[in-house]
């Protein structure tokens, strides 16, 4: 039998939400990453990390995989969440690309990613995200229509307003990989 954890960390709620939901899914531990250290992480095989996705970059996903590079009895699951569909390959890739640079290649060998769409309310966001996203906006503005990509047409269809994308039931894949991958879990 193995115990598995789920640790997230969550700027705007979104990837809060999916923990929770894997976390309930799968009976098992649930920690907000500042909340938990490295050492109390050797008391569980299945280590389940989910962080925002933030200008192609995952929140707290560095720190975990570093934390990893000592484990390697562990398996690592990371799932991201982001405003971007992860139907989109060359999105998904893209942010793997950037995890993947992160890890050796024995730590890679022993990771699963999955992506989820998160959601935004721009009356939530920070004065520096909020700036962030409006250079974007114009910027996307700029480009002609048919030269945006679908992604890009989400960011301006959704610009200003509160956007709520997640979904319970995209977290089954993850679900299924852990009961078939990692056997069993403790509760």
């Known amino acids: 039998m193995k115990n598995a954890v789920v640790i997230y960390e969550s700027k705007y709620g979104s990837t809060k939400k999916y923990a929770q939901w894997i976390a309930e899914e799968l009976s098992c ?6 909340q938990i250290k490295k050492d109390a992480l050797k008391q569980y095989d299945v280590i389940i990390y989910g962080g925002g996705v933030y200008a192609g970059k995952v929140s707290g996903a560095e720190a ?10 562990k398996s690592l699951i990371l799932f991201t969440c982001g405003l971007s569909d992860p139907k989109d390959v060359q999105n998904a890739e893209s942010v793997e690309t950037v995890l993947r640079q992160k890890m050796t290649a024995d730590t890679e060998k022993n990771v699963k990613i999955f992506h989820f769409r998160g959601g935004i309310d721009y009356s939530q966001l920070s004065f520096a ?3 962030i996203m409006s250079m ?3 910027i996307l503005q700029k480009k ?5 990509t679908a992604q890009e047409r989400d960011m ?7 956007v709520d994308l997640t979904d319970r039931a995209a977290i089954q894949p993850l679900i299924a990989y852990v009961q078939e991958q ?6």
Request: charge should be negative.
């Open 29 to 34: 531990d649930l920690f907000e990453r500042k």
């Open 182 to 187: 990692c056997g069993s879990l403790e509760q």
């Open 144 to 148: 002609e229509p048919g030269m945006l």
């Open 64 to 73: 975990v995989i570093k934390a990893f590079h000592t484990m390697q009895d």
């Open 129 to 131: 995200d909020r700036s």
């Open 156 to 162: 301006l269809d959704s610009y200003g307003k509160a």
């Open 136 to 138: 974007l906006i114009k």
